[in-house]
């Protein structure tokens, strides 16, 4: 029986790249959603703060990936709160209420992007968030771990590192925390896959890079992530070929200068 997947976001950057790639997959029948509906691509209209819509996308769903976001530091109790955590919450109470088995959400470096550059970060080391975005997912993030905890749910956090959607990282700082199209598909994949006894993880979601910030070796014993490229070697290529890369190194893992 073919899984059935909820996934919000599914015209965004990182969302639709996942949305594509789930449709070829004959494990899964997804239900992409969004702010805004369109036709051409099957995406539905899903406003995060209608909790009657959010029931009614939620009804007979195995996996929810939560990818969808409002980014915008200027205005964080108008939109960040409202959009993205309140969001989340109301989310994540039609989830349990209707069954759901996993909510898989799209984390963030930035949850622990004020740890130095120089510093080896494991996923369950203390928060550190450089901005009002990073304490937002940081929140999430908690807000699975309570929901697991008392066995409503399984919750899986994915700390995405840079993802420009163009396949290729574009600066120095972009090759620590990288990830492509494939990898970023094949990890969201194995977090669906991975077995129903894991109740809460965090991860960070990079590609195999030469110079990750972040150990990720275990996630393939864990739930079977082999990453197949590499920042680094698409840099000097992309140096060799004439590209421009920024050199755009900070002393933070979130690119924050102070």
């Not at 992007?113 to 993030?141: A, M, N």
């Not at 956090?157 to 620590?176: K, L, V, Y």
Request: with cysteine.
């Amino acid at each position: 029986m073919k899984r059935k997947l909820l996934l919000t976001g599914a015209a965004g950057t990182i969302g639709n790249t996942i949305f594509k790639g789930l449709q070829q997959d004959e494990r899964y029948d997804i239900i992409g959603a969004d702010k805004q509906q369109d036709d051409e691509q099957g995406i539905v209209e899903m406003d995060i703060t209608d909790e009657a819509r959010l029931q009614e996308l939620t009804q007979g769903i195995d996996t929810v990936l939560h990818f969808a976001w409002i980014k915008d530091e200027g205005d964080f109790l108008g939109k960040v709160l409202e959009g993205n955590v309140s969001g989340a919450y109301k989310l994540m109470e039609a989830a349990v209420q209707n069954g759901v088995r996993r909510i898989i959400f799209a984390s963030s470096n930035h949850a622990t992007g004020f740890y130095k550059t120089d510093e080896k970060v494991d996923p369950e080391d203390p928060y550190r968030p450089d901005s009002f975005y990073g304490l937002s997912k940081c929140y999430i993030e908690l807000l699975g771990r309570l929901y697991s905890d008392q066995d409503k749910i399984s919750s899986i956090n994915i700390r995405i590192g840079n993802f420009p959607g163009d396949d290729r990282p574009h600066s120095e700082r972009a090759g620590h925390i990288w990830i492509s199209e494939r990898d970023m598909l094949q990890l969201t994949k194995c977090c669906i896959e991975a077995d129903d006894d894991m109740k809460y993880l965090n991860l960070y979601g990079t590609s195999a890079n030469t110079d990750n910030y972040y150990n990720i070796d275990y996630l393939e014993e864990l739930i079977g992530y082999k990453p197949q490229d590499d920042a680094a070697k698409l840099l000097e290529q992309a140096k060799s070929a004439g590209f421009k890369v920024s050199q755009d190194e900070t002393i933070y893992q979130g690119g924050q200068k102070q």
